[in-house]
């Protein structure tokens, strides 16, 4: 645990201070800022590579401030790709997390695990990384506790585009050194609002993908979360029409050849219609409701069919994104390419 030690720490000493940008506009102070904890299953879709480096361009420019990010996929190799992301963007002091006791061998869909093991022509790493050994870092549902102990009550958004295996072990968590409240009354008392990429609705009928894969832990997420906490999911159908194609994502990354994502898709199959579905929920979580169409509020219930039954209701806590127009989704486009772009 001693890493991981050291990277509290440095999140006591330096978390209350946002980067700084090159222009000389003010910024938000800290308590304007969304305050964001990345969930992901990071290593079989490259969206997830695009998320968190939105969200990393959004802390640096003192929009939001990432607490932490957690890896809801099993094996130290998912971790390893994480901490490459982390530490080549400058965020190695980032808080890591991953799951040890999740979903058992889930689909990949563009295998990049081998991120952390690229070599140079020399055989030297291609990537640092911040640390050495991931068995010291604390699952999941651990740092939630952690870091959700530690912030204001009602600030923390979290932002899930993968499984919620670590969610829904944080609901059914009890009391512990860093909070007397369960995990259900932890995240009703610090989370301001869930993102999730994920659900089905409309007219459609048809089991959603990230829910499917572990329907136990989609069970208890939808069974034990706090009715009175928001929960937006971004459906697959939204992002449907936001593509980033390999060639463009290799072009917008000219200005450097070792990039772990240019590095992903030069080593990689990526043309597999890979979509930008979730870096809509990091722009979501960060720039608000200002640039989504959103259903009324309502209810969800999860069929065992992994289908999401939405019931509208005033009261409810649940919503989520409707389809947008194709200029939509070109300045959706155009967010995350201008983060890549961005040197």
């Given at each position: 645990?001693?890493?991981f030690?050291?990277?509290?720490?440095?999140?006591m000493?330096?978390?209350f201070?946002l980067s700084s940008?090159t222009?000389?506009?003010?910024k938000?102070?800290t308590?304007?800022v969304p305050?964001v904890i990345?969930?992901?299953d990071?290593?079989?879709?490259?969206?997830?590579?695009?998320?968190?480096?939105?969200?990393?361009r959004?802390?640096?420019?003192?929009l939001?401030?990432?607490?932490?990010?957690?890896?809801d996929?099993?094996g130290?190799?998912?971790?390893a790709?994480a901490?490459?992301?982390?530490?080549?963007?400058g965020?190695?002091?980032?808080?890591?997390a991953?799951?040890?006791?999740?979903?058992?061998a889930?689909?990949?869909?563009?295998?990049?695990k081998?991120?952390?093991?690229?070599?140079?022509?020399?055989g030297t790493?291609m990537?640092n990384?911040?640390?050495?050994d991931?068995?010291?870092?604390?699952?999941?549902?651990?740092?939630?506790r952690?870091?959700?102990?530690?912030?204001?009550?009602?600030s923390v958004?979290?932002?899930s585009?993968?499984?919620?295996?670590?969610?829904?072990q944080?609901?059914?968590?009890?009391g512990?050194s860093?909070?007397?409240?369960?995990?259900v009354e932890l995240?009703?008392?610090?989370?301001?609002?869930?993102?999730?990429?994920?659900?089905?609705?409309?007219?459609?009928e048809?089991s959603?993908?990230?829910?499917a894969q572990?329907?136990e832990?989609?069970?208890?997420?939808?069974e034990?979360?706090?009715?009175d906490?928001?929960?937006?999911?971004?459906?697959?159908?939204?992002?449907?029409?936001?593509?980033?194609t390999?060639?463009?994502?290799?072009?917008d990354?000219s200005?450097?050849?070792?990039?772990?994502?240019?590095q992903?898709?030069?080593?990689c199959?990526?043309?597999?219609?890979?979509?930008?579905?979730?870096?809509l929920?990091?722009?979501n979580?960060?720039?608000?409701?200002?640039?989504?169409k959103?259903?009324?509020?309502g209810r969800?219930?999860?069929t065992d069919?992994?289908?999401t039954?939405?019931?509208?209701?005033?009261?409810?806590?649940?919503?989520?994104?409707?389809?947008?127009?194709?200029?939509?989704?070109?300045?959706m486009?155009?967010?995350?390419?201008?983060?890549?772009t961005?040197?």
């Open positions: 645990m001693k890493q030690v050291f990277q509290l720490l440095i999140l000493m330096t978390g201070s940008c222009d000389d506009k003010p938000p102070t308590k304007e305050l990345f969930d992901t990071i290593g079989s879709s490259t969206d997830d590579l695009f998320a968190l480096e939105t969200l990393y959004y802390h640096d420019a003192g939001c401030r990432l607490l932490g990010v957690v890896v996929r099993e130290e190799e998912y971790a790709c901490d490459v992301m982390n530490t080549f963007f965020h190695g002091d980032t808080p890591l991953l799951v040890r006791k999740g979903i058992s889930p689909k990949v869909w563009i295998d990049y081998a991120l952390p093991a690229y070599t140079n022509p020399d790493p990537f990384r911040t640390l050495s991931y068995s010291t870092i604390p699952d999941g549902w651990q740092l939630y952690i870091l959700l102990a530690s912030q204001p009550d009602h958004s979290i932002v585009v993968g499984f919620v295996t670590c969610l829904a944080l609901l059914e968590s009890q512990d860093y909070s007397p409240l369960s995990g995240v009703r008392r610090k989370v301001k609002c869930a993102y999730l990429m994920g659900g089905v609705f409309g007219n459609s048809e959603d993908f990230n829910f572990g329907m832990f989609a069970k208890t997420f939808f034990l979360w706090p009715d906490v928001d929960v937006v999911f971004s459906p697959m159908e939204v992002g449907q029409e936001i593509e980033y390999p060639d463009q994502v290799i072009a990354i200005w450097i050849d070792k990039h772990p994502i240019k992903v898709y030069m080593n199959n990526c043309n597999t219609g890979q979509k930008m579905w979730d870096p929920t990091v722009v979580a960060v720039e608000g409701d200002v640039l989504f959103m259903s009324p509020r969800v219930t999860l069919e992994a289908e039954i939405f019931t509208q209701s005033p009261g409810g806590n649940f919503r989520y994104h409707l389809p947008g127009s194709n200029a939509w989704a070109a300045t486009l155009w967010k995350i390419r201008n983060a890549t961005d040197r």
